[in-house]
């Protein structure tokens, strides 16, 4: 595995206040890597970093194993792609992708080719001679790709670039993105606040909040194992818990006045196993509704108090236990299944695989 980007205990401060503090990353070569967290916690900052608009106050970040240290925006083997295109109007689409290659000795035969795969790669074939100011807002992006993309660097910076697109273009754009990253091999940063888009484009995920990373993995496992609270509020929805909890051998016992005697396995907790208190996630998916005629033992009984319809999925807000702590879950629709309505006594089942623990 080669890690072609390695940030080691980087900071960066603004006055008194510290947007990056201590972070430190590696980032494998050919991977679409995302920095995702809420506005304000660094990640834009951090990209900024490593493209050489930014200082760092201390620490060190190094691309190929070379240090950056001194080293100018222009020439570090990355290149960016800007929140607002940074489109050039007064020039056609052909002279904007074309821009960086005018200082490079190439001949026009050599660089007509170049401007003619990226042009294809990014789905811009034909379009040579068209006007900035006659392209969309998809066709801006592709462009921005295309001039960032031909010059070949060994990282393209992505700072928020699908954030000014409608919902419908944005996952186009965020699957055209995907492929493109694959089709030419070179590794991705992307920042984004999306938790979605994080999880549909990135290998891997850095999230960040106030300066620091509070994990790194997969989609996946961030996900279903979320190291802490912080990250699994973040990253979808989820209900929490709170209870007190007992250890054993098997894992840490609890006795729910909602889940009923349950025992969470010890890889499906983090924090200090000595702390008596517990706060149980589970994801509203992980919840269904079962037919009344289910044997009631093993299963939680609640209230619907709420009923949201987002057309693929529909979302219940249920009232559980004497407290009428409200869950939600989340529940695919299909043709014939029930339907249940407000005020309705329901029963509901969950497995105590699909629990994460986060211990205080």
Not at 137 to 164: F, H, N, T, W, Y
Not at 187 to 192: A, Q
Not at 284 to 294: A, G, L, T, Y
Request: glycine share 8%.
């Amino acid at each position: 595995m080669n890690n072609l980007v390695k940030v080691q205990n980087v900071s960066k401060s603004f006055g008194e206040v510290n947007a990056v503090n201590g972070v430190s990353l590696e980032i494998e070569q050919g991977k679409f890597f995302s920095l995702l967290g809420p506005s304000g916690c660094g990640k834009t900052t951090l990209l900024r970093l490593i493209a050489g608009f930014e200082i760092p106050k201390s620490g060190k970040i190094l691309i190929d194993n070379k240090s950056m240290d001194g080293v100018e925006p222009n020439l570090r083997p990355t290149n960016m792609v800007f929140q607002n295109y940074a489109i050039f109007p007064h020039l056609n689409v052909e002279q904007n992708v074309s821009y960086g290659l005018r200082k490079k000795n190439i001949s026009k035969d050599e660089k007509d080719e170049m401007i003619s795969q990226v042009l294809e790669l990014v789905n811009l074939t034909g379009l040579n001679q068209r006007s900035a100011n006659a392209l969309s807002g998809g066709q801006k992006q592709r462009v921005a790709l295309a001039r960032a993309l031909i010059l070949k660097p060994k990282v393209l910076l992505l700072d928020e670039p699908l954030s000014a697109l409608d919902k419908k273009l944005r996952e186009q754009m965020q699957l055209e993105l995907r492929h493109l990253q694959r089709a030419v091999g070179i590794t991705f940063i992307l920042v984004t606040h999306d938790q979605e888009e994080a999880l549909t484009m990135s290998d891997k995920v850095a999230v960040m909040f106030d300066g620091e990373v509070e994990q790194v993995d997969s989609p996946r496992k961030l996900y279903e194992r979320p190291a802490s609270q912080r990250v699994a509020s973040f990253i979808g929805d989820m209900n929490f818990i709170n209870e007190k909890a007992l250890e054993t051998k098997q894992g840490l016992k609890v006795n729910s006045e909602i889940l009923g005697e349950i025992v969470i396995p010890k890889n499906q907790v983090s924090g200090n196993l000595s702390n008596k208190k517990i706060i149980i996630g589970i994801r509203p998916e992980m919840i269904s509704i079962v037919s009344n005629n289910f044997d009631s033992k093993g299963l939680i009984s609640g209230k619907i108090t709420d009923i949201s319809y987002f057309g693929i999925t529909t979302y219940y807000k249920i009232e559980c236990g004497s407290n009428a702590k409200a869950l939600s879950v989340s529940a695919q629709n299909s043709f014939g299944q029930m339907d249940y309505k407000i005020g309705e006594t329901v029963k509901l089942k969950m497995d105590v695989n699909s629990l994460v623990g986060f211990l205080e």
